[in-house]
């Protein structure tokens, strides 16, 4: 994205920032600062730390908004603004419907650590599962 914005008249490493921030806003809920406090990190990459749903979500707001991009051609901050806004509103309608359907959130607390950990146990619970299957078989 922040080459294509580069070619819009985005020069500032804070207006990157601020693009990126609409993205996320628009299709988490969140701002970037919120959902990085949501998932307790402090200076972790949030990318790094999403689970499969919320990067597949992530990654389609920032191709939709390079694609918008590129289609309407903003010039400037202001005009960027919006197709970011735009680009990520494209992910969040996404969002909700996936919510809707599984009738959980997809914007979650877990972080790799949590994640990992949940792998962890739950490889743990299906050894011991069956390690009793085959004893009971046995």
Same mark, same amino acid.
């Given at each position: 994205?922040?080459?294509?914005? *580069?070619?819009?008249? @985005?020069? *500032? +490493?804070?207006?990157?920032? @601020?693009?990126?921030?609409?993205?996320? &806003?628009?299709?988490?809920?969140?701002?970037?600062?919120?959902? !990085?406090?949501? &998932?307790?990190? !402090?200076?972790?990459? $949030?990318?790094?730390?999403?689970?499969?749903?919320? $990067?597949?979500?992530?990654?389609?707001?920032?191709a939709t908004t390079t694609e918008l991009t590129k289609i309407?051609?903003?010039?400037?901050?202001?005009?960027?603004? @919006?197709?970011? *806004?735009?680009?990520?509103?494209?992910?969040?309608?996404?969002?909700?419907?996936?919510?809707?359907?599984?009738? *959980?959130?997809?914007? +979650? +607390?877990?972080?790799?650590? +949590?994640? @990992?950990?949940?792998?962890? %146990?739950?490889?743990?619970?299906?050894? %011991?599962?069956?390690?009793?299957?085959?004893?009971?078989?046995?």
């Amino acid at each position: 994205m922040n080459d294509t914005w *580069k070619d819009h008249e @985005i020069e *500032k +490493s804070n207006e990157f920032a @601020i693009l990126t921030d609409e993205v996320t &806003k628009a299709w988490s809920g969140l701002s970037s600062r919120q959902y !990085k406090n949501l &998932k307790v990190l !402090k200076k972790e990459s $949030l990318r790094d730390n999403m689970n499969t749903l919320e $990067l597949a979500l992530n990654m389609l707001a920032e191709a939709t908004t390079t694609e918008l991009t590129k289609i309407k051609n903003p010039e400037g901050m202001e005009e960027n603004l @919006i197709t970011a *806004k735009q680009g990520g509103s494209v992910a969040g309608n996404a969002r909700k419907e996936i919510e809707e359907q599984t009738g *959980k959130p997809v914007v +979650s +607390s877990d972080n790799a650590e +949590s994640m @990992i950990m949940g792998d962890v %146990v739950a490889e743990m619970i299906e050894k %011991v599962s069956n390690d009793i299957t085959v004893r009971i078989i046995t």
